[in-house]
Protein backbone atom coordinates (compact mmCIF):
# COMPACT_ATOMS: atom_id res chain seq x y z
CA UNK A 1 0.00 0.00 0.00
CA UNK A 2 1.50 3.40 -0.62
CA UNK A 3 2.60 4.60 2.52
CA UNK A 4 0.59 8.70 3.27
CA UNK A 5 3.62 9.59 5.39
CA UNK A 6 6.01 9.62 3.02
CA UNK A 7 4.06 11.32 0.80
CA UNK A 8 2.82 13.76 3.14
CA UNK A 9 6.69 14.98 3.56
CA UNK A 10 6.59 16.27 0.29
CA UNK A 11 3.34 18.63 0.46
CA UNK A 12 5.05 21.93 1.59
CA UNK A 13 0.89 23.31 2.40
CA UNK A 14 -0.07 23.06 6.10
CA UNK A 15 -3.34 23.24 4.67
CA UNK A 16 -3.61 19.52 5.19
CA UNK A 17 -2.98 19.63 8.74
CA UNK A 18 -7.44 19.99 8.83
CA UNK A 19 -7.72 16.50 7.17
CA UNK A 20 -7.36 13.05 7.59
CA UNK A 21 -5.71 11.26 4.87
CA UNK A 22 -6.40 8.26 3.72
CA UNK A 23 -5.36 6.06 0.24
CA UNK A 24 -7.62 4.51 -1.72
CA UNK A 25 -8.22 2.46 -5.20
CA UNK A 26 -10.63 3.25 -7.32
CA UNK A 27 -11.75 1.86 -10.99
CA UNK A 28 -11.00 4.97 -13.52
CA UNK A 29 -13.89 6.59 -14.60
CA UNK A 30 -12.79 6.34 -18.53
CA UNK A 31 -12.02 2.46 -18.40
CA UNK A 32 -13.35 -0.18 -15.79
CA UNK A 33 -10.17 -2.32 -16.53
CA UNK A 34 -7.77 -0.11 -14.83
CA UNK A 35 -7.67 1.16 -11.25
CA UNK A 36 -5.60 4.35 -9.65
CA UNK A 37 -4.91 5.32 -6.76
CA UNK A 38 -5.92 8.80 -4.78
CA UNK A 39 -5.53 10.43 -1.80
CA UNK A 40 -9.15 10.94 0.49
CA UNK A 41 -9.17 13.53 2.47
CA UNK A 42 -11.30 13.78 5.05
CA UNK A 43 -11.86 16.96 7.47
CA UNK A 44 -10.10 15.65 11.13
CA UNK A 45 -12.35 17.57 13.38
CA UNK A 46 -16.01 18.55 11.99
CA UNK A 47 -16.58 15.98 8.73
CA UNK A 48 -20.22 17.27 8.91
CA UNK A 49 -19.35 20.41 7.30
CA UNK A 50 -18.35 19.30 4.03
CA UNK A 51 -19.92 17.69 1.12
CA UNK A 52 -18.00 14.95 0.48
CA UNK A 53 -14.61 14.56 1.57
CA UNK A 54 -11.89 15.43 -1.04
CA UNK A 55 -9.84 13.60 -3.58
CA UNK A 56 -6.89 14.01 -6.03
CA UNK A 57 -5.18 11.69 -7.78
CA UNK A 58 -1.72 10.57 -6.33
CA UNK A 59 0.07 11.82 -9.55
CA UNK A 60 -1.55 15.24 -9.08
CA UNK A 61 -0.33 15.84 -5.72
CA UNK A 62 1.14 19.10 -7.45
CA UNK A 63 -2.00 19.99 -8.69
CA UNK A 64 -2.13 23.69 -5.93
CA UNK A 65 -4.41 23.96 -2.24
CA UNK A 66 -6.64 26.25 -3.55
CA UNK A 67 -9.50 23.90 -3.53
CA UNK A 68 -8.13 22.86 -0.05
CA UNK A 69 -7.85 26.83 1.32
CA UNK A 70 -11.58 27.43 0.09
CA UNK A 71 -13.28 23.89 1.87
CA UNK A 72 -11.04 24.98 5.10
CA UNK A 73 -12.46 28.49 4.96
CA UNK A 74 -15.91 27.24 4.92
CA UNK A 75 -15.49 24.75 7.75
CA UNK A 76 -14.05 27.42 9.65
CA UNK A 77 -16.93 29.84 9.23
CA UNK A 78 -19.30 27.08 10.12
CA UNK A 79 -17.41 26.55 13.57
CA UNK A 80 -17.35 30.21 14.27
CA UNK A 81 -13.82 30.54 13.55
CA UNK A 82 -12.73 33.77 11.01
CA UNK A 83 -9.40 34.32 10.38
CA UNK A 84 -7.68 37.55 9.54
CA UNK A 85 -5.66 38.44 6.56
CA UNK A 86 -2.30 37.89 7.60
CA UNK A 87 -0.09 40.99 8.32
CA UNK A 88 2.83 39.56 6.46
CA UNK A 89 0.26 39.71 2.83
CA UNK A 90 -0.26 43.98 3.69
CA UNK A 91 2.26 46.64 2.86
CA UNK A 92 4.43 47.74 5.38
CA UNK A 93 3.37 51.68 5.47
CA UNK A 94 6.15 54.26 4.42
CA UNK A 95 5.49 58.09 3.79
CA UNK A 96 7.02 57.02 -0.19
CA UNK A 97 4.51 54.19 -0.48
CA UNK A 98 1.75 56.85 0.60
CA UNK A 99 2.98 59.59 -1.55
CA UNK A 100 3.32 57.13 -4.45
CA UNK A 101 0.05 55.62 -3.65
CA UNK A 102 -2.07 59.15 -3.88
CA UNK A 103 -0.37 59.85 -7.37
CA UNK A 104 -1.42 56.59 -8.84
CA UNK A 105 -5.50 57.27 -7.58
CA UNK A 106 -5.10 60.80 -8.66
CA UNK A 107 -3.62 59.72 -12.33
CA UNK A 108 -5.32 56.83 -12.45
CA UNK A 109 -8.80 57.97 -11.76
CA UNK A 110 -8.16 61.86 -13.20
CA UNK A 111 -8.96 63.12 -10.09
CA UNK A 112 -7.83 66.58 -8.60
CA UNK A 113 -4.33 66.49 -6.42
CA UNK A 114 -6.13 68.92 -4.08
CA UNK A 115 -9.28 65.81 -3.41
CA UNK A 116 -5.68 65.09 -0.79
CA UNK A 117 -6.69 68.07 1.36
CA UNK A 118 -10.20 66.97 1.93
CA UNK A 119 -11.20 66.87 5.59
CA UNK A 120 -12.97 63.37 5.39
CA UNK A 121 -9.60 62.10 3.55
CA UNK A 122 -7.58 63.61 6.05
CA UNK A 123 -9.61 62.08 9.17
CA UNK A 124 -9.81 58.79 7.22
CA UNK A 125 -6.33 58.79 7.39
CA UNK A 126 -5.58 59.96 11.16
CA UNK A 127 -8.39 56.74 11.74
CA UNK A 128 -6.23 53.86 9.92
CA UNK A 129 -2.93 55.22 10.98
CA UNK A 130 -2.49 57.35 13.42
CA UNK A 131 -0.27 61.12 13.24
CA UNK A 132 -0.28 60.32 9.81
CA UNK A 133 1.14 63.62 7.71
CA UNK A 134 -0.36 63.84 4.80
CA UNK A 135 1.44 65.37 1.87
CA UNK A 136 0.58 69.32 -0.03
CA UNK A 137 -1.02 68.12 -3.47
CA UNK A 138 2.38 70.63 -4.73
CA UNK A 139 4.33 67.76 -3.54
CA UNK A 140 1.83 64.52 -5.28
CA UNK A 141 1.70 67.10 -8.73
CA UNK A 142 5.55 67.16 -8.62
CA UNK A 143 5.91 63.05 -7.98
CA UNK A 144 3.54 62.70 -11.09
CA UNK A 145 5.84 64.22 -13.30
CA UNK A 146 9.04 62.85 -12.11
CA UNK A 147 7.13 59.47 -12.56
CA UNK A 148 5.89 60.99 -16.37
CA UNK A 149 8.77 62.26 -16.94
CA UNK A 150 10.96 58.83 -15.82
CA UNK A 151 9.12 56.61 -17.40
CA UNK A 152 8.01 58.43 -20.68
CA UNK A 153 12.13 57.47 -20.85
CA UNK A 154 11.89 53.89 -20.20
CA UNK A 155 8.88 53.93 -22.59
CA UNK A 156 10.70 55.39 -25.16
CA UNK A 157 13.66 53.05 -24.63
CA UNK A 158 11.67 49.86 -24.45
CA UNK A 159 10.47 50.82 -28.06
CA UNK A 160 13.34 51.73 -29.73
CA UNK A 161 14.47 50.35 -32.92
CA UNK A 162 18.26 49.79 -33.70
Not at 40 to 58: G, K, Q, S
Not at 86 to 115: D, F, G, I
Request: hydrophobic share 35%; net charge positive; proline share 6%.
Amino acid sequence: MYDVDAARKLWRSNVYDHYNIAVSRMKDTFSNQRQKIVFVFTCATHPEHHIAPLMRDRGKTGDGTTKFLKDVKRCEEKQGIYQPRSASSSLPYSPETHRALLVLRCAKHARPMNEILDDDYQTEVEMLRPGTVVPHPTTIQRDLVNIYEHMSDFVRNYFLVY
